[in-house]
């Protein structure tokens, strides 16, 4: 993790340093996150849930990327939940994420509706319909998952409700020996949507 960063310093594109952020291995990783980011399309003042929160990564590079963009937090864990006080403290606009800690289907009932909603982890059918549900219209929701349940979740979503479908596979170089080879990371499975848009 890199000491103290001066957050000021870091920019607001999406995409910072994976080392930036205190966390456990659960992190939406940069690239995949620069990409969530790209399809949530922060815009000032807006309102995003970021449920399953592990770090706040999301969170935090959302309300980093416009003026006066809040987010919710939502991590039943209570040692990822003090990451994300932690980080959010660290890194993002002051006032900007409020933490929620506590299982993701007992939070969103009582959340005020949110502009975006990203799922980072535990996706279910009844979670993303709860979600899509509390979108307006131009509302946008983006679902990530590495795992084959999360997978039919995802391709279920589309079936129903349309949206942008796709598994992203990144390789990063790292030494073999005196060489150089790529290590690849999981695959995971981005589905996306913007409501109202045609399907």
Do not use: Y
């Amino acid at each position: 993790m890199i000491d103290d960063p001066d957050a000021t310093l870091l920019g607001r594109a999406p995409g910072l340093p994976d080392d930036v952020f205190e966390h456990d291995g659960l992190i939406t990783k940069r690239l995949l996150r620069a990409s969530a980011i790209a399809l949530l399309r922060p815009m000032p003042g807006e309102l995003m849930w970021d449920l399953g929160a592990g770090a706040g990564s999301v969170a935090i590079e959302w309300c980093r990327a416009a003026d006066g963009a809040r987010a919710i937090a939502v991590e039943r864990v209570p040692e990822r939940a003090a990451r994300v006080a932690a980080n959010t403290a660290r890194l993002a606009p002051e006032g900007s994420v409020r933490l929620v800690e506590a299982p993701i289907l007992d939070a969103v009932a009582d959340l005020p509706a949110p502009d975006a909603v990203f799922i980072g982890g535990g996706a279910t059918a009844d979670l993303v319909a709860q979600a899509v549900a509390a979108l307006r219209d131009g509302g946008r929701i983006v679902v990530h998952g590495i795992t084959v349940e999360a997978e039919e979740v995802c391709v279920a979503a589309r079936r129903r409700w349309g949206g942008h479908l796709a598994r992203l596979h990144v390789e990063q170089a790292e030494p073999i020996g005196r060489l150089t080879g790529w290590t690849p990371s999981r695959t995971l499975i981005s589905w996306a949507l913007t409501v109202g848009e045609p399907r």
